[in-house]
C-alpha cells in the first residue's frame, strides 16, 4: 500500500474513538491488514525508496496536508487535527521503521527482525497499476467519510 492509504486508515481509525490506547494499537494493526490485501506498490526495493525521496515525500505528506487545509478553514479543531494525525502516524509507522532499517542499513537486530515481519507479512499478489491505485483510492475516500461523518455526529 502506499503511505496515503495506511495514513488515511490511521486518521479513519482515530475519528472513531478517543480512546488513547485503543487509537494507536487499532492504527498499528491495520497497517498488517492493508497490507495482506492484494494491492499496487510504486516502491518495491531499496533502491527504488533511495531514489524516489521525494515521491515518498509527498506520499507521506498528502494526507497530513489535507488535515491541515481542514484546520485552516475551521473545520477541524487543533485537538482533531493533533489526534488525526496521531492516528495516520501510528498507521505508517511499521513503513517508517521499514524506511529507517534500509536507509541506515542497520544491523540492528530488532530492525532486522521487523523488517523480516513486515516483508513476510505482505501479500504475494501484486494487481496492476490501475487496479491497484483504483483500490486504495476507494479506501482513501471512503476512510474520509468516516472521518467527516465521525465529525458531523460527534464521535472521537
Known amino acids: 500500500m ?7 486508515v490511521g486518521m479513519a481509525i482515530a475519528s472513531q474513538t478517543d480512546y488513547w ?3 494507536p494499537i487499532a492504527s498499528l494493526i491495520s497497517h498488517f491488514v492493508l497490507d495482506r490485501i492484494p494491492h499496487w506498490e510504486y ?3 531499496s533502491k527504488q525508496i533511495k531514489n524516489n525521496i521525494p515521491i515518498i515525500a509527498l506520499d507521506l505528506l498528502f494526507p497530513a496536508t489535507v488535515s491541515l487545509m481542514l484546520f485552516a478553514n475551521g473545520i477541524l479543531d487543533f485537538k482533531e487535527l493533533f ?4 492516528g495516520g502516524f501510528f498507521g505508517i509507522l511499521p513503513d517508517g521503521l521499514v524506511f529507517l ?3 541506515t542499513r542497520s544491523k540492528n537486530a530488532w530492525l ?3 523488517f523480516k515481519f513486515h516483508r513476510k507479512n505482505h501479500t504475494l499478489k501484486n494487481l496492476k497499476p490501475f487496479w491497484g491505485a ?3 483510492a476507494i479506501i482513501i475516500v471512503t476512510c474520509l467519510g468516516l472521518i467527516s461523518i ?3 455526529i460527534g464521535i472521537g
Open 150 to 152: 465521525a465529525k458531523n
Open 43 to 45: 516502491l518495491d526495493s
Open 101 to 103: 532499517k534500509i536507509v
Open 112 to 114: 532486522k527482525g521487523f
Open 134 to 136: 483504483l483500490s486504495q
Open 2 to 8: 502506499i503511505l496515503s492509504t495506511h495514513y488515511a
Open 21 to 23: 490506547l485503543l487509537m
Open 83 to 86: 489526534w488525526l494525525n496521531l
